[in-house]
Protein backbone atom coordinates (compact mmCIF):
# COMPACT_ATOMS: atom_id res chain seq x y z
CA UNK A 1 0.00 0.00 0.00
CA UNK A 2 3.04 2.21 0.70
CA UNK A 3 3.87 1.89 -2.96
CA UNK A 4 0.52 3.69 -4.18
CA UNK A 5 -0.23 5.61 -0.99
CA UNK A 6 2.65 7.10 -0.12
CA UNK A 7 4.24 10.27 1.17
CA UNK A 8 3.61 11.93 -2.38
CA UNK A 9 0.27 11.17 -4.06
CA UNK A 10 -0.91 11.09 -7.96
CA UNK A 11 -4.53 9.78 -9.31
CA UNK A 12 -2.01 7.48 -11.30
CA UNK A 13 -0.17 5.88 -8.16
CA UNK A 14 -3.66 5.76 -6.43
CA UNK A 15 -5.72 4.69 -9.34
CA UNK A 16 -3.47 1.60 -9.65
CA UNK A 17 -3.75 1.22 -5.82
CA UNK A 18 -7.17 0.45 -5.63
CA UNK A 19 -6.95 -1.91 -8.58
CA UNK A 20 -4.46 -3.74 -7.08
CA UNK A 21 -6.69 -3.62 -3.73
CA UNK A 22 -9.57 -4.88 -5.83
CA UNK A 23 -7.69 -7.72 -7.33
CA UNK A 24 -6.81 -9.02 -3.91
CA UNK A 25 -10.20 -8.60 -2.62
CA UNK A 26 -11.10 -10.87 -5.52
CA UNK A 27 -8.54 -13.27 -5.26
CA UNK A 28 -9.24 -13.46 -0.95
CA UNK A 29 -13.24 -14.36 -1.99
CA UNK A 30 -11.85 -17.30 -4.16
CA UNK A 31 -9.13 -18.47 -1.48
CA UNK A 32 -9.43 -17.19 2.14
CA UNK A 33 -10.84 -20.26 3.99
CA UNK A 34 -10.89 -20.69 8.29
CA UNK A 35 -10.58 -24.11 9.65
CA UNK A 36 -11.65 -22.54 13.27
CA UNK A 37 -12.79 -19.98 15.14
CA UNK A 38 -9.05 -18.57 15.14
CA UNK A 39 -8.75 -18.32 11.80
CA UNK A 40 -12.12 -17.14 11.22
CA UNK A 41 -11.13 -13.76 13.55
CA UNK A 42 -7.46 -13.78 11.30
CA UNK A 43 -9.82 -14.22 7.88
CA UNK A 44 -12.06 -11.55 8.84
CA UNK A 45 -9.18 -8.95 10.14
CA UNK A 46 -7.55 -9.89 6.62
CA UNK A 47 -11.01 -8.36 4.81
CA UNK A 48 -11.66 -5.61 7.15
CA UNK A 49 -7.93 -3.84 6.67
CA UNK A 50 -8.87 -4.64 2.42
CA UNK A 51 -12.01 -2.50 3.49
CA UNK A 52 -9.97 -0.05 5.51
CA UNK A 53 -6.88 -0.05 2.03
CA UNK A 54 -10.13 1.09 -0.12
CA UNK A 55 -11.62 3.63 1.78
CA UNK A 56 -8.01 5.22 2.37
CA UNK A 57 -7.60 5.20 -2.14
CA UNK A 58 -11.19 6.32 -2.31
CA UNK A 59 -10.33 9.03 0.06
CA UNK A 60 -7.38 10.12 -1.27
CA UNK A 61 -8.41 9.92 -4.99
CA UNK A 62 -11.22 12.58 -3.79
CA UNK A 63 -9.20 15.08 -2.16
CA UNK A 64 -7.76 16.62 -5.05
CA UNK A 65 -5.11 19.02 -3.03
CA UNK A 66 -2.40 19.18 -0.69
CA UNK A 67 -2.72 19.63 2.90
CA UNK A 68 -0.34 18.31 5.54
CA UNK A 69 1.23 14.76 4.67
CA UNK A 70 -1.65 13.87 2.16
CA UNK A 71 0.79 15.37 -0.50
CA UNK A 72 -0.89 15.11 -4.30
CA UNK A 73 2.38 15.78 -7.02
CA UNK A 74 -0.75 16.29 -9.08
CA UNK A 75 -2.87 19.07 -6.99
CA UNK A 76 0.40 20.75 -5.47
CA UNK A 77 -1.63 23.76 -3.91
CA UNK A 78 -3.84 23.71 -0.95
CA UNK A 79 -7.44 24.77 -1.30
CA UNK A 80 -8.67 27.30 1.34
CA UNK A 81 -12.21 26.52 1.15
CA UNK A 82 -11.84 22.78 2.18
CA UNK A 83 -10.65 23.69 5.27
CA UNK A 84 -13.70 22.86 7.41
CA UNK A 85 -15.03 20.85 5.21
CA UNK A 86 -14.34 16.72 7.09
CA UNK A 87 -14.64 13.82 4.29
CA UNK A 88 -16.85 11.18 5.07
CA UNK A 89 -16.90 7.59 4.01
CA UNK A 90 -20.13 5.22 4.64
CA UNK A 91 -20.45 1.57 3.33
CA UNK A 92 -23.36 0.69 0.99
CA UNK A 93 -25.21 -2.44 -0.15
CA UNK A 94 -24.38 -2.50 -3.54
CA UNK A 95 -21.53 0.09 -4.02
CA UNK A 96 -18.50 -0.83 -1.97
CA UNK A 97 -17.82 2.92 -0.20
CA UNK A 98 -19.32 6.49 -1.05
CA UNK A 99 -16.82 8.94 -0.08
CA UNK A 100 -18.05 12.53 -0.11
CA UNK A 101 -17.53 15.92 1.63
CA UNK A 102 -20.50 17.91 3.57
CA UNK A 103 -20.07 21.63 3.76
CA UNK A 104 -19.07 23.57 6.54
CA UNK A 105 -21.68 24.33 9.53
CA UNK A 106 -22.78 27.75 7.36
CA UNK A 107 -23.22 25.66 4.38
CA UNK A 108 -21.93 28.07 1.88
CA UNK A 109 -20.37 27.08 -1.11
CA UNK A 110 -16.98 28.05 -1.86
CA UNK A 111 -16.53 30.82 -4.34
CA UNK A 112 -13.14 29.30 -5.49
CA UNK A 113 -14.65 25.97 -6.59
Same mark, same amino acid.
Given at each position: ???Y????????????????????S??????????????? %?? #?????????????????????K?????? %?????????????????????R????????????????? #?P??
Open positions: MYDAGLIRSETLLTAGLSYIDRLEKMADTLRAGDRWEL %IR #CLETLHLLDLGRVVFLAALERETRGLH %IRSDYPLTTRCLTARPSLSRKRKAPFWIGERLNSEETK #CLS
